[in-house]
């Protein structure tokens, strides 16, 4: 079965940086495009970054578009979330995403909170 794995995630003062981990197992990861989404605390889950299947398009929301760069390594099964310049307003508990055969798998977040 599909399993996603996220870590990484911590407290850091504002200004720091972290950077996310999502071990995937139980699909052709190499295939399919993956997600990260974050949810802050009374909103929404948005989308952060998206990357292909083989690391040739990246997308990225604009809240973070400059400070976050999403990677993957098909070897490994892992995709990645370097978070740099973070933000208080970036503390949130992100989640991994892939999107298999029209089903949407999560992992269990990792939670990032950024405070002085």
């Known amino acids: 079965q599909v399993q996603l794995v996220e870590s990484g995630g911590g407290l850091v003062q504002p200004g720091g940086s972290l950077r996310l981990s999502c071990a995937a197992s139980g699909f052709s990861f190499s295939f399919y495009d993956m997600r990260w989404y974050r949810q802050a605390p009374g909103k929404e889950r948005e989308l952060v970054a998206i990357?292909?299947?083989?690391?040739?398009?990246?997308n990225y929301a604009d809240s973070v578009k400059g400070r976050f760069t999403i990677s993957r390594d098909n070897a490994k099964n892992t995709v990645y979330l370097q978070m740099k310049s973070l933000k208080p307003a970036d503390t949130a508990v992100y989640y991994c995403?892939?999107?298999?055969?029209?089903?949407?798998?999560w992992g269990q977040g990792t939670q990032v909170t950024v405070s002085s």
């Open positions: 990357i292909s299947s083989r690391g040739g398009t990246l």
């Open positions: 995403n892939a999107r298999v055969q029209r089903t949407d798998y």
